[in-house]
């Protein structure tokens, strides 16, 4: 097998070449695609700019609403929840990202519930739902930062043959959904 060398004009056209075409696509391509810069406007056309994640200048200077007015303001509520006997129900509050509750829950005569607090974000379709604990018990106290916009709350088990009442207090920033 016999191989060529290549002349030194042959070997620098190539390098040149390859320079080039490597600079073309970093401002064709890299640019807008990793840092949201379309220097050539090449970027936008073929859908790039929008792979980096950038907002481009003219949306971020839209003002956006002060997300502090949209919260809801904190409140205290307490309900008697009744749980039939051999059934279970949810009772549910929605919470924006970053709304803060605090709770607590008990049974009226010391009975057993098996339980599971859970969430499901806003707009989801496939049935998808966090729980944060799952459990039998007949008092819970404690708080909750939402790590998503949904609604959040309880799904109580009454596996007894009587009903059983459930006395559910809460502080913070929600909307009360309700039974579900």
């Keep these: 097998m016999e191989h060529t060398v290549q002349s030194k004009k042959t070997l620098f056209k190539a390098t040149a070449s390859a320079a080039i075409l490597a600079v073309f696509i970093f401002f064709v391509a890299i640019l807008p695609a990793e840092f949201g810069t379309d220097p050539t406007g090449l970027g936008k056309l073929m859908g790039l700019i929008q792979l980096s994640g950038q907002v481009p200048a003219a949306q971020a200077a839209i003002p956006k609403a002060d997300t502090a007015k949209q919260r809801q303001p ?10 039939p006997a051999g059934k279970g129900l949810e009772y549910k509050f929605y919470l924006s ?3 803060a509750m605090r709770y607590g829950w008990s049974t009226k005569d010391g009975e057993l519930l098996f339980f599971d607090f859970h969430g499901e974000p806003q ?3 496939t049935g ?5 604990t799952i459990s039998t018990a007949k008092t819970v106290r404690g708080s909750f930062t939402a790590t998503f916009d949904g609604s959040h709350g309880w799904y109580w088990k009454n596996k007894g043959l009587y009903d059983v009442v459930v006395t559910l207090q809460t502080e913070g920033s929600y909307k009360i959904i309700g039974i579900k």
Excluded: L, P
């Excluded at 998808?128 to 944060?132: A, G, L």
């Design 128 to 132: 998808y739902f966090e729980s944060y």
């Design 123 to 125: 707009g989801d379709t």
């Design 74 to 83: 904190d409140q205290k509520n307490s309900v008697d929840i009744s749980i």
């Design 97 to 99: 990202k970053g709304d």
